[in-house]
Structure formats: C-alpha cells, structure tokens
C-alpha cells in the first residue's frame, strides 16, 4: 500500500487549509481593488510554450521541468511558472484586441523538479498577475505596490523590495560583451552551467547560486554600467513613481531574475530570516515575450508570489492567521430522544446559514459534550426527552458555561443572534 507522498510534494491539511483560503482571499480582493481580473490556465501546456517563452538556456527549462509525451505524441509539460500560460490565453483568446492595458491575476499550482527546502516544494502555489498593453513606468511601479500592499495586508511590513534594471535589447550586447570580456580569464573557475552559459548568455552567471560563481562575479560590470539612455531613463521614473508612493526599496543591481523573458526593470522581494533563499517573490517588466510567443510587440509586466513562502515567512515571524474551522454549533442528542429530531434540526441551521453538526456514532450525552468541546463549536443545543414534550431544548454556551431553555421554534432566530453578538464583540 502507498502511505508515503512524493518528494517535494505536501498534504494541506484541515487547519492548514483555512489559512490557504485566507491568504487567497486576501490576493483576490487585493487584485480586485487594483483592477485585476482572474485568469486560469491549464497545469499543462506544450512545452514549446516554455521553451519559447522562458528560456531554453534557463535552468527551469534545461533541468527543473515535468515533461512527457501524450498518448498522441505530443510533447506537454506541466506549467513551471505562471505568466508563458497567461501570454498563451491572451493571444489564443484575442484579449489583445480589446481596451488595453489588460489586467489578470491567477492562483494556482506550479511544478519544477527542483532541491526540496525550506517553502520550496516540487509542486508549488502561486498568487500571480501579468499587465498587458502599456511601457508606462506608473504600472511598473502600481505592480510592486501591489505587491507590497498584499503583504502587507498579511502582517508582513518588514520585507525588503530590491529592484533594478536589466536593460533591453539596445543594450544587452554591451552588458553580454563586457561579461565575457570579464569572465574570460576565470573561464576554468566556473561551475559547468556557467562555462555553458558563457557563450550563449553570460548575464545567467550573475543568477547563479554556485558559491564559487557568485563569488569569482562579485567584481563583474553591472547592468547599470551598460544601461542605454531609454533604460536609464524609465528605470529613474521607476524609482521617482515608487517614491511619489512611499514604498522603500533598494537598488540591487546584482539583480537578475532567472528567466530569459525580463527587460527593464525586474525586482525580488526579500523575507530575511526564512533561510538561505530569502526570496518570497518577485516580477519584473517582459516586454518582448508576447511577440517571442506569435503575437504583436506588446508590453508587458507582472510578479509571481510563492505561497509556500508566504506561510513560512508568517511562521517565522509569529504572525497568527484567525481562522474559522468547523461547526459553531453542535447538537446533542439526549437519552432516547430519535437521532431523527436532531437530524432536522440539524438541517433548519445549516438552511440559516449555520456552520452546525451532530454526532453520528452513537456517544453517550456526556461523550458527545466533550467531543463538542474538542470541536471548539460555541454553542450546543441539546434535545432531551422532556424538554421536548414541552416544546423546548437546551441552549448551552461552551465559553461561559451558561446554560437555559428555548423554545424549539424559537432556535434559529436565537442563535442567529447570539451568533451575530459574537462577531461584533
């Protein structure tokens, strides 16, 4: 028998997942005031898709992807990162056609065959958006802020926002040449990915987690050195618009996101103190993918937020997500009262809108009380035999101990209201 789940994979479990939904909860209605509407995409796609649009030089599609053919011999491989599916159903459903720029957020489940560690799984969650339609370096700055702004929301107000730029097409020969021109005499010093990576995109060394790498890169031309007058002018409107908002950051410019697709301005935002990777997410502006992937030179920008790592840096930090589970009433069968009464009661509640439960084992009135208690519901109801040939039951409150009689009819509309008490108070 199988008892033992796959390597980098996790079971969510009842009290996990609430705080799942609550942290989803809080993306959506984020999303929603910022005028972002939701998108979902297959978990798989061809995998021409991500050879295309991530990167075949990238480490995500040369090592990390699950790839396999179809009964139809197709090549598919199950999504490694959320914004190439995005750009897919955006062209494939002519959204481009329309008012621009678009706005789309998705949450989702994502795969890399990678080093299980701390928040970082083999299938992983996202909370993502992708901007189509605009260069406009406000929306560069509306999307980091949004970002912010979602944690913020969870409690996380010491995260570090680390942006840069990381040119474009004008001015990524110069950056290339002087790498090379760097990374030369060092050639034999680095890992066999970078050696790889040397000729056909030497800004990929700078990304490279290697010690030895990073290390031999530390002296190596930035980005910032090579910027073409465009970039550095949108990259200062960047910063200009993020400070119009208040929103702190550092310029990293060691700063290279790991997907072939970025230009411009690209940005990581750091949780320290939950491990060696840090980073919780992070985005940047992709303003060649959609023509990469068939479609016309449109410009486009988004982030991808690990919930995984959300959760770890919560933990981390103690921050607590209140959270409801289970039933807030429990009703109780006494003696030989029919299980059939407490069933129709049972049902009048959950018809009201009450979160409310029963026992369904045959407990004694004393075990179903403490396993009521175990539950953590507020209130029991409890039907005894002579209460109700006199019409009425027994309304308990698990918190004060408290206990009186109620008419039958008169239960719902009573723990309507004591319900309601307990969330104003």
Known sequence: MLTTRPRGTADILPGQVEKWRYIENVAAAVSREYGYREIRTPVFEHTELFVRGVGEDTDIVEKEMYTFRDRGDRSITLRPEGTAPVVRAYLENKLHTGPQPVKLYYIGPMFRYDRPQAGRYRQFHQFGVEVFGSHHPALDAEVMAMAMDFYGRLGLNDLELHVNSVGCPNCRPVVRQKLQEYFRPKLGELCVNCRNRYERNPLRILDCKSERCAGLAREAPTIADCLCPECEKHFHEVRQYLQDLGISHVVDTRLVRGLDYYTHTAFEIMAPGIGAQSSVGGGGRYNGLIEACGGPPIPGIGFALGIERIILALENRNKAIVIETGPTVFVVIAGDVPAREGFALLGKLRAA??????????????????????????????????????????????????????????VVRELSGLLEQCKSG
């Open 353 to 410: 809108g009450i979160a409310a439960d029963m026992d369904y084992t045959g407990r004694s009135l004393k075990a179903q009380m403490k396993y009521a208690g175990k539950l953590g519901v507020r209130f029991t109801i409890i039907l005894g035999g002579e209460e109700l040939q006199r019409g009425c039951v027994v309304l308990r409150d698990m918190k004060t101990a408290s206990q009186r009689e109620i008419g039958v009819s008169e």
